[in-house]
């Protein structure tokens, strides 16, 4: 190690063959490490001479022991956040840190009594989440937010690829027209699954049928669209939907059953896993976001961004899976 090299956190993790955050853990004396561990730890941080950097000192001293999470307000009856958020108060309790819940219905005339922010999926447009990123608090987003600015870290997934491998299943099974209901473009997400099911059906030749639904879209408001979908006119163009990707959560499940009575003989798959779609009758092929992953990983790149272990600008590859169930089971 040259000389000029800073000693950090991630320097005095990698000499003790452990883990970032088991490194802090150790020499905080909290988390659940073992003695020999943190003896290991404190032996290796005082050889390579590791001292916290002095704004992370700071932060440390004026610490207020909490962070805040904010979600949009809409979502926050959905079970993919429900899990997002205790993925976060678990990796901050590891901290021993508490987290303030922060919702888009709270007008605020000062900023948040909280140490960072961890933003939950963004939505464009909506006015407290653009006053908290203006607070100058370190923050980070699951997601990219669809604004001017951006997060300090960023936890995002890479959701076309994967929407384009849960269609090519479906084409596999005998759909030759998927139909798409998705929510608006206020959300990186959204519009990620929206450009992918447009690029899918651009290089496949086939023509998009694509019904949007508002971010917090009622059952009524999804079945209109499934509905709406069925009953296209546009044959000539490539036949009846044969195959239906609903995007927003819970969607799915809405509209299994007006297919049935529809007697549609249609497809169904969702990009929203959750127990509504494992327990279905039949189980429904779906997207696992690995929501309580992805907010316990947002919540360790913002302690990253307090204590200088991560620089402003890192992102972070949140991995995501296909479930295949028997609701896209080949014809």
Request: hydrophobic content about 40%; proline content about 6%.
């Amino acid at each position: 190690m040259q000389a000029e090299e800073p000693v950090t956190i991630l320097t005095v993790a990698r000499e003790a063959g452990v883990s970032k955050t088991t490194a802090s853990d150790a020499l905080r004396g909290s988390g659940r490490v073992s003695e020999s561990t943190r003896e290991t730890v404190a032996r290796v941080a005082e050889r390579l001479g590791y001292v916290p950097n002095g704004s992370a000192r700071h932060l440390r001293k004026a610490s207020t022991g909490t962070i805040g999470l904010h979600v949009p307000e809409v979502l926050t009856r959905s079970s993919y956040y429900m899990s997002f958020v205790f993925g976060v108060v678990e990796q901050a309790a590891r901290h021993d840190y508490d987290v303030t819940l922060i919702t888009s219905g709270q007008r605020r005339t000062r900023p948040p009594r909280v140490d960072g922010l961890v933003l939950g999926d963004p939505l464009g447009g909506d006015p407290v989440v653009e006053s908290l990123m203006g607070t100058g608090l370190p923050t980070v987003s699951c997601e990219r937010f669809p604004g001017a600015r951006q997060a300090d870290g960023v936890v995002w997934s890479d959701h076309a690829p994967m929407l384009a491998r849960l269609l090519d299943h479906l084409r596999e099974s005998g759909a030759a027209r998927p139909g798409l209901i998705v929510a608006g473009d206020e959300s990186d997400w959204a519009a990620s699954v929206h450009r992918g099911y447009l690029d899918w059906c651009g290089s496949h030749g086939v023509a998009p049928l694509v019904r949007r639904v508002s971010f917090d879209a009622t059952g009524d408001e999804v079945r209109a669209a499934a509905r709406a979908l069925l009953d296209a006119k546009d044959v000539s163009r490539g036949g009846p939907m044969d195959a239906l990707v609903c995007a927003p959560a819970g969607a799915a499940t809405e509209v299994a059953p007006l297919l049935r009575e529809a007697g549609a003989d249609v497809l169904l798959a969702s990009c929203v896993d959750s127990a509504g779609t494992r327990l279905a009758d039949p189980p429904i092929t779906a997207i696992d976001l690995r929501p309580r992953e992805a907010g316990a990983s947002c919540a360790e790149l913002l302690f990253e961004l307090l204590s200088g272990a991560a620089p402003a600008g890192t992102e972070r590859l949140h991995p995501i899976e296909l479930a295949l169930r028997a609701s896209t089971r080949a014809r």
